[in-house]
């Protein structure tokens, strides 16, 4: 961005003809402000000093680098400073500086509006002659700085100082010399304002950045103030003047803009007007239960009343009939209290500090009952309910399940310590003893039967539907319960149903061993009880088992693959059931079946099983009971051997009967230097595995069958360093000449 804007610069480019060139191509007027941020940043820490700075004298701001501005365009330069939203603590809390403070917030005036009626023409303002009609034509004309402007080979027209109203029926009346008739029969003249002029404005004072400003003509003086960050710590936001010829115009109060959007103070500004912010001469402090906490600027004559206007007035907790005033002396601090009827004849003072207190979390007229009542709640301690059996009749009267043998009071004496008194709840209501009287925040408290015990449960597990634990209820039996639970499930014996009961009562005469009582029952499929004397009802906790019958159980399968008669799924016939059993129920083998190869899985893990051997002798303890989810396959029969590891060429070979171990090695080119011989093994089809074996100097090797795979692990590298080939041939050599002088002295 800064190298185009330089080449635009250095092509003969101003300020106002790249911003007229962006809009063109599309660019809004907020694409303009960020790209006139963003270079001022980059003129900051640039090293090129070719960008030029309109900025004149210490403290001056412009928001124009051209004389003239183009309407369509943002006016402020990109020499104007960013602002950062950093107010220190203590301003933060004046009211009105946060909106200083507000970046997202401009009051940049609006250039495409209208011209407004009243606008004072001045030299370098454009206007714009459209002539329509019988003659066409267009004019652009400049007003020049003696206040004139020139069209044709007419006089010029002196403009400065008129209104547009003013200036168009000036001209009007000189173009009539050119074109008769104008705007009276069949030609007419329209005039507007094109680009508007710069004005210097002066903001002084007590404001953040005081200084000269270049503005659009079309600024107000909240434009100007804005631009300058506001008033400072000390600046006063209710005496703002602003000076024109040495006289004051308008003295603003941004409180009627901060408080009522009262934009009546913001005037049109002209070139050389000054903007005066002086010191505030009182401010005072709200805190506590208002909605806009913080310092309030007050003029003389206002009341306390209007200043809580300004903080927004009260929040819903706030105590509001008297107000804690802290006021200053001159020596010393005096704390007073500020009634609700003073609050509009009270005057606040300079420094003053008022604090807004909460309500109190108490109640002057309230009482609370809860518990077993038609409507608990809170109720007012009122005529009608000042006894506690005038209060439950106005809850409506007590809940079936009430206790009444005893309910309590909690209430605060005196000297708030908390009591309670309790009182027969059935004799109250029966008028056996005298009703009690309620006090304010007093609390009764009615219990259920139901919350003075354990939750009463029953328990049912076993073959049912549904087991679990269930609501205990009066006369349930262990048929309801049954019931409960879905009823019987496939495979349930009715005829033994225990019950297990704890035993709660003095067991006095009875087995003190014994802390449960067992009863049996029968219940047939309509859960009917069999037998008179077996209707005893349920207690709660009770737990009740029912059983399943013991050969009772659910099917288990097994699964045959490969080179069998009939493969597939089959079912356990019984627990004695065995492996040779299922090839028999399969039909058999093949002829192509290849037993040595078979392979077993019980829970996905691979059993090696001699299949050959318990198919010839199927009495031997390999031959394994069944168990659901085994699988058995049996493949073809096999011609190769694999041979894999530590050799100089792993690979598949055919199956020989004479060749051996070492010849299948040999195959597959021999050892490498990493093998690890001795350890060699062999992985045969079934899922078996056999290694080699050392005898002294003798190893012996697995025997080899088709499909087996031979593997030669590698040797376990020592940890540090190899010894080269070079480093081996000295030691050899060393060895040697070691050995030979050892001969010779012997």
């Known amino acids: 961005m800064l190298q185009y804007y330089q080449q635009a610069k250095a092509s003969g480019l101003t300020d106002m003809e790249i911003e007229q060139a962006a809009l063109a191509r599309g660019y809004t007027l907020d694409d303009i402000t960020k790209m006139r941020q963003a270079l001022q940043q980059a003129q900051a820490s640039s090293s090129q000093g070719g960008l030029r700075r309109d900025t004149v004298g210490v403290g001056r701001r412009t928001l124009n680098n051209s004389p003239t501005t183009n309407r369509s365009q943002f006016s402020p330069s990109p020499t104007i400073p960013v602002r950062y939203d950093s107010a220190a603590p203590s301003k933060a809390r004046i009211f009105g500086a946060s909106f200083f403070a507000n970046s997202s917030m401009s009051f940049e005036p609006d250039l495409r509006l209208a011209t407004p009626s009243n606008y004072i023409l001045g030299p370098d303002d454009e206007l714009i002659v459209d002539i329509y009609g019988n003659a066409v034509d267009n004019f652009r004309l400049k007003v020049s700085p003696e206040g004139t402007v020139k069209m044709l080979n007419l006089p010029p027209v002196h403009v400065n100082g008129l ?409 356990i016939v019984n627990n004695n059931e065995r492996i040779s059993d299922l090839i028999r129920r399969a039909g058999g083998l093949k002829p192509e079946a290849y037993l040595s190869g078979a392979r077993f899985t019980r829970s996905k893990q691979l059993v090696g099983v001699d299949l050959k051997s318990i198919f010839e002798n199927p009495n031997q303890n390999s031959n394994l009971l069944l168990e659901s989810g085994d699988s058995l396959s049996i493949p073809k029969i096999t011609e190769t051997v694999r041979i894999t590891g530590e050799v100089l060429t792993p690979s598949v070979v055919n199956f020989e009967t004479s060749s051996t171990f070492r010849d299948y090695v040999a195959q597959a080119g021999g050892y490498t230097e990493k093998a690890k011989k001795k350890k060699a093994y062999v992985s045969y089809p079934n899922g078996r595995v056999d290694r080699s074996r050392t005898y002294l100097f003798f190893t012996s090797r697995p025997q080899i069958v088709p499909g087996s795979v031979i593997t030669v692990p590698a040797k376990e590298e020592k940890p540090g360093r190899e010894t080269s080939t070079a480093e081996k041939a000295a030691i050899i050599s060393v060895l040697g000449t070691l050995i030979l002088t050892l001969s010779r002295l012997l």
Request: glycine share 8%; aromatic share 10%.
């Open 163 to 571: 209104t547009i109203e003013q200036a168009t029926e000036r001209i009007i009346n000189r173009l009539r010399t050119a074109y008769s008739g104008l705007n009276r029969s069949g030609t007419y003249a329209t005039i507007t304002l094109g680009n508007v002029r710069s004005i210097k404005v002066m903001v002084t004072g007590e404001v953040e950045r005081p200084g000269t400003y270049t503005v659009s003509s079309l600024a107000t003086a909240f434009n100007a103030l804005y631009l300058t960050g506001g008033p400072t710590e000390s600046g006063s936001y209710r005496h703002i003047e602003v000076i024109r010829n040495n006289n004051v115009i308008r003295k603003i109060d941004l409180y009627n803009f901060l408080v009522r959007a009262d934009l009546r103070d913001n005037v049109s500004l002209r070139d050389q007007d000054i903007i005066l912010v002086h010191p505030y001469e009182a401010r005072v402090e709200l805190t506590g239960e208002v909605k806009r906490p913080g310092l309030f600027e007050v003029r003389s004559g206002e009341s306390f009343q209007e200043l809580l206007r300004y903080a927004g007035g009260f929040t819903t907790d706030a105590y509001s009939a008297s107000v804690q005033l802290r006021r200053s002396t001159g020596k010393e601090y005096r704390v007073n209290a500020l009634s609700e009827n003073e609050f509009s004849t009270f005057e606040p003072r300079n420094s003053d500090r008022y604090t807004i207190g909460k309500i109190l979390d108490r109640y002057e007229n309230r009482v609370i009952i809860s518990g077993a009542v038609m409507r608990p709640g809170e109720y007012a301690l009122e005529e009608g309910t000042t006894t506690i059996r005038e209060l439950i009749k106005k809850a409506e009267g007590l809940r079936e399940d009430a206790f009444l043998h005893r309910a309590l009071i909690q209430r605060r004496q005196e000297n708030y310590e908390p009591q309670l008194i309790s009182f027969a709840l059935g004799d109250l209501m029966q008028g056996k003893i005298p009703d009690i009287s309620l006090r304010k925040e007093d609390s009764v408290f009615i219990k259920s039967i139901t919350d003075l015990r354990e939750d009463y449960k029953v328990t049912i597990s076993g073959a049912v539907n549904k087991g679990g634990t269930f609501a205990y209820a009066s006369n349930m039996n262990v048929s309801d319960l049954i019931f409960l639970a879905g009823g019987f499930s496939e495979g349930a014996v009715p005829y033994r149903i225990e019950l297990a009961r704890r035993v709660k009562n003095d067991t006095a005469g009875l087995d003190h061993t014994r802390n449960i009582r067992i009863f049996t029952f029968d219940v047939d499929p309509d859960l009917q009880i069999q037998s008179e004397s077996q209707t005893m009802q349920m207690q709660p906790y009770d737990v009740v088992f029912v059983r399943r019958s013991p050969r009772y159980e659910a099917q288990k399968t097994v699964f045959v693959q490969g080179e069998v008669m009939y493969p597939g799924i089959y079912a």
